[in-house]
């Protein structure tokens, strides 16, 4: 997988600001960094953390920032102007997929467990005891638990969860937006009694005494996308070139990524104060996959907590945009129109971007735009083969 950079088209702009969140799955990002994979490809970029999604979003559609790694549904509901600015925007390199957690806090932990929670055995099992245990709950106050944006993966599999456990999410329970950072103080202040955020902050609340986790996104929908470099179309229409360079330096970051041997390297780098600024113990749960959803209790084996680059995870399939916007339009109570759903997805999710920086460094690619049918975990130990070598494709 090397190419020669001097062979590329110059890039149009090669001093570029990427904004990314105080996350694990921000590692692709960073770790382009530090390998000077940015630089290897004529760029010189500085990273940009931002405290919100919203404001990540609006400062790549106003031009403050290049590009960012954003929510994977962020593009699609930008583009049709929900949740606040509207503008076209563009992916063509998915960065992730999983990392979410679903956590309650420990008293709360504590009284689903004789309804049956077992969250390490399956994520149904704490959606039943809580369904149960509202059930005899003589409080008439709704829960509240918090997602990180109305249109997410975590509102999603946040909804996902509660409704295995016949739950409505807009009736049982009430649902808020916080900004990732702030889950865990609002956990222990009591402002939330739960929360569905990307890693590490559901191991920041179980290691300090704060939470437990209930569910994973491993769980609920494995090898869900997650985050996606996201750029506005008319960025991407005036800088094609340097959009490449940038798609390439990460698609590189991800294939190293997916060794697990570098890991513990990875949870060293994004440790640092100059982008997670979080102790290393806190990054390894998730990054190794020796996942722990309660204080003290034993690792769970989640290898694939986190995927950047195995199973083809770089892929903007079609078919994953549609379900995302099927669910977006849930959320708004609109039915799903087929044929808009199509045009917006094909506007949005540029497989033709991914499969010319693939071209480029000789890795293998899905011939299809949409993966073929069933549940995530067929659809990806499908895609998994995918991985045997670079004429492999599907």
């Given at each position: ?386 991985e045997m070598g670079p004429d492999r494709k599907l």
């Open positions: 997988m090397t190419i020669d950079p001097a062979r590329l088209p110059q890039p149009e702009k090669s001093v570029l600001t990427v904004g990314y969140i105080r996350l694990t799955d921000s590692a692709p990002l960073v770790i382009a960094k530090e390998l000077s994979l940015f630089e290897r490809y004529g760029l010189d970029v500085t990273l940009q953390c931002e405290p919100s999604w919203a404001n990540l979003r609006d400062k790549v559609v106003v031009g403050v920032l290049d590009a960012a790694s954003l929510l994977a549904p962020l593009p699609l509901a930008t583009a049709m102007g929900v949740g606040g600015i509207r503008a076209d925007m563009v992916t063509g390199l998915v960065l992730s997929l999983n990392g979410n957690g679903i956590t309650m806090a420990n008293h709360l932990a504590r009284e689903l467990a004789p309804y049956g929670s077992n969250p390490t055995v399956s994520a149904a099992t704490s959606a039943q005891a809580l369904q149960a245990w509202l059930q005899q709950r003589k409080s008439d106050s709704a829960l509240t638990l918090a997602s990180t944006h109305t249109f997410s993966c975590h509102t999603f599999q946040l909804h996902a969860w509660l409704r295995r456990a016949d739950l409505d999410p807009e009736r049982d329970v009430k649902i808020i937006v916080l900004p990732p950072e702030q889950m865990v103080d609002s956990l222990a202040r009591g402002s939330i009694d739960g929360f569905c955020v990307g890693e590490p902050w559901n191991t920041v609340a179980v290691q300090q005494g704060v939470g437990s986790v209930l569910a994973t996104g491993y769980q609920i929908a494995n090898n869900a996308i997650e985050k996606v470099l996201g750029v506005t179309q008319k960025w991407h229409n005036d800088h094609p070139a340097t959009h490449l360079r940038l798609r390439l330096a990460l698609m590189q970051a991800c294939q190293w990524l997916a060794e697990h041997h570098n890991r513990m390297a990875a949870a060293d780098i994004l440790a640092r104060p100059e982008y997670l600024n979080l102790p290393e113990r806190q990054l390894l749960p998730s990054l190794s996959g020796r996942f722990q959803f309660i204080k003290g209790s034993a690792p769970v084996d989640m290898p694939h907590f986190h995927v950047f680059g195995r199973f083809q995870a770089g892929f903007p399939w079609r078919s994953s945009a549609e379900h995302l916007l099927q669910q977006c339009n849930a959320l708004l109570g609109r039915d799903s129109d087929r044929d808009q759903l199509k045009g917006l997805v094909q506007q949005t999710f540029r497989t033709d971007l991914y499969r010319e920086a693939a071209r480029n460094l000789n890795m293998a690619f899905p011939e299809s735009d949409y993966a073929p049918p069933g549940p995530h975990d067929s659809i990806w130990r499908l895609r998994s083969g995918l």
